[in-house]
C-alpha cells in the first residue's frame, strides 16, 4: 500500500468518525424535523382536499337552491341559500347573499334589496369586484313586474338585446308627443309590442352610461372599478341628467393629468378649476 492511500484511508476513517459523532448528537432532532415536514405536508394535503370537497358540496346546494328558486319553490331557495349564507365557503357565502337580496328585488321587496347590497358592498371579506358589483345594485335599486320582465324576454327572443334596449329606451312609448320638440316624437306603430316603461331603469342604465363615456371618451380606456363606482355614486347623488354635476366631472375628467398627458408631458391644469 503506498503512502497515499495509506493517507486517503485515515482520511475516509476521520470523516466517517465525524459524521457519527454528528448524527449521534443531532440525529433524533434531524427524524423529528423529517417528521415534522411530512406530517405537514400530510396535514396541508388534507386540509386541500377537505376545502374542495366543502367547495364541491357548496356548488351543488347553490345550484340546487337557484333551481328551486327558478321552479316556484322560493321557501326551500331561501333555507338553503341563508345556510350557505352563514356558513358556507367565503365564495359561495358572497353568491348566496347576491342571489338573496336578487330574490327580494325580484319579489318587489326594494329596501330589503338595498340594504342587502349595502351590506355586500361593505363587507371587508368580500372580492373588490363583487363590492362594486353590489354598490352598482344598490345604486340602482329598480326591479321589473313580472309582466315587465316577461315582455322583454319576449322581445330578446324575437329581436334580441337591440330589440329589448329600444323598448327600454323610448321616452315616448306609452304614447304620442311625449317628448317636447318640433316635430314632435313619433308614436310607436301599432301591434309593435308590449310597452315597458320602467323610468328608474333607464334614469341608472343613463347614469351608467354617461360614467362610462366620459373613461371611454378621454381617457381612452375602461373605468377601474373603484373609479368608476366613485363617479357613478356622484352622479346618482344628484336627479338624473343634473347639469352641473355632470359640468364638473367632464370637467374633473379633462383636467386630469391622465388626459392631459395624452398629448404632452405636462399636465397644468388641475380640478381646483372646476367650479362647484
Same mark, same amino acid.
Given at each position: 500500500?503506498?503512502?497515499?492511500?495509506?493517507?486517503?484511508?485515515?482520511?475516509?476513517?476521520?470523516? $466517517?468518525?465525524?459524521?457519527?459523532?454528528?448524527?449521534?448528537?443531532?440525529? /433524533?432532532?434531524?427524524?423529528?424535523?423529517?417528521?415534522?415536514? /411530512?406530517?405537514? /405536508?400530510?396535514?396541508?394535503?388534507?386540509?386541500?382536499?377537505?376545502?374542495?370537497?366543502?367547495?364541491?358540496?357548496?356548488?351543488?346546494?347553490?345550484? $340546487?337552491?337557484?333551481?328551486?328558486?327558478?321552479?316556484?319553490?322560493?321557501?326551500?331557495?331561501? &333555507?338553503?341559500?341563508?345556510?350557505?349564507?352563514?356558513?358556507?365557503?367565503?365564495?359561495?357565502?358572497?353568491?348566496? !347573499?347576491?342571489?338573496?337580496?336578487?330574490?327580494?328585488?325580484?319579489?318587489?321587496?326594494?329596501?330589503?334589496?338595498?340594504?342587502?347590497?349595502?351590506?355586500? %358592498?361593505?363587507?371587508?371579506?368580500?372580492?373588490?369586484?363583487?363590492?362594486?358589483?353590489?354598490?352598482?345594485?344598490?345604486?340602482?335599486?329598480?326591479?321589473?313586474?313580472? %309582466? &315587465?320582465?316577461?315582455?322583454?324576454?319576449?322581445?330578446?327572443?324575437?329581436?334580441?338585446?337591440?330589440?329589448?334596449?329600444?323598448?327600454?329606451?323610448?321616452?315616448?312609448?306609452?304614447?304620442?308627443?311625449?317628448?317636447?320638440?318640433?316635430?314632435?316624437?313619433?308614436?310607436?306603430?301599432?301591434?309593435?309590442?308590449?310597452?315597458?316603461?320602467?323610468?328608474?331603469?333607464?334614469?341608472?342604465?343613463?347614469?351608467?352610461?354617461?360614467?362610462?363615456?366620459?373613461?371611454?371618451?378621454?381617457?381612452? !380606456?375602461?373605468?377601474?372599478? &373603484?373609479?368608476?363606482?366613485?363617479?357613478?355614486? $356622484? /352622479?346618482?347623488?344628484?336627479?338624473?341628467?343634473?347639469?352641473?354635476?355632470?359640468?364638473?366631472?367632464?370637467?374633473?375628467?379633462?383636467?386630469?393629468?391622465?388626459?392631459?398627458?395624452?398629448?404632452?408631458?405636462?399636465?397644468?391644469?388641475?380640478?381646483?378649476?372646476?367650479?362647484?
Amino acid at each position: 500500500m503506498s503512502d497515499r492511500d495509506f493517507f486517503r484511508e485515515v482520511d475516509e476513517a476521520v470523516r $466517517q468518525d465525524r459524521y457519527k459523532e454528528l448524527w449521534d448528537k443531532y440525529g /433524533v432532532y434531524a427524524l423529528i424535523v423529517a417528521g415534522a415536514i /411530512v406530517a405537514a /405536508v400530510a396535514g396541508f394535503k388534507a386540509w386541500t382536499y377537505w376545502q374542495e370537497r366543502k367547495a364541491q358540496e357548496a356548488g351543488t346546494e347553490f345550484s $340546487q337552491a337557484v333551481t328551486q328558486l327558478e321552479g316556484g319553490e322560493a321557501a326551500k331557495a331561501r &333555507d338553503a341559500l341563508n345556510a350557505l349564507a352563514e356558513k358556507g365557503p367565503a365564495g359561495y357565502s358572497v353568491l348566496a !347573499r347576491f342571489q338573496l337580496a336578487a330574490a327580494e328585488a325580484q319579489a318587489g321587496n326594494t329596501d330589503k334589496a338595498v340594504a342587502d347590497y349595502d351590506a355586500l %358592498a361593505t363587507d371587508s371579506g368580500a372580492d373588490n369586484i363583487l363590492k362594486g358589483l353590489a354598490t352598482i345594485q344598490a345604486a340602482d335599486g329598480t326591479t321589473f313586474s313580472g %309582466a &315587465d320582465r316577461t315582455a322583454l324576454i319576449t322581445h330578446y327572443n324575437n329581436g334580441g338585446r337591440g330589440l329589448v334596449m329600444f323598448h327600454l329606451a323610448n321616452d315616448y312609448w306609452n304614447g304620442c308627443n311625449r317628448l317636447p320638440g318640433n316635430p314632435p316624437a313619433p308614436c310607436v306603430p301599432a301591434g309593435f309590442g308590449a310597452a315597458v316603461d320602467n323610468r328608474a331603469f333607464i334614469d341608472a342604465e343613463y347614469n351608467r352610461s354617461f360614467v362610462y363615456s366620459q373613461y371611454s371618451g378621454y381617457l381612452r !380606456r375602461d373605468g377601474d372599478i &373603484d373609479g368608476f363606482i366613485f363617479w357613478l355614486n $356622484q /352622479v346618482s347623488a344628484a336627479p338624473p341628467r343634473n347639469v352641473a354635476k355632470q359640468h364638473g366631472m367632464v370637467c374633473a375628467f379633462i383636467t386630469s393629468a391622465e388626459y392631459q398627458q395624452r398629448f404632452g408631458v405636462n399636465a397644468p391644469r388641475t380640478n381646483a378649476e372646476c367650479t362647484p
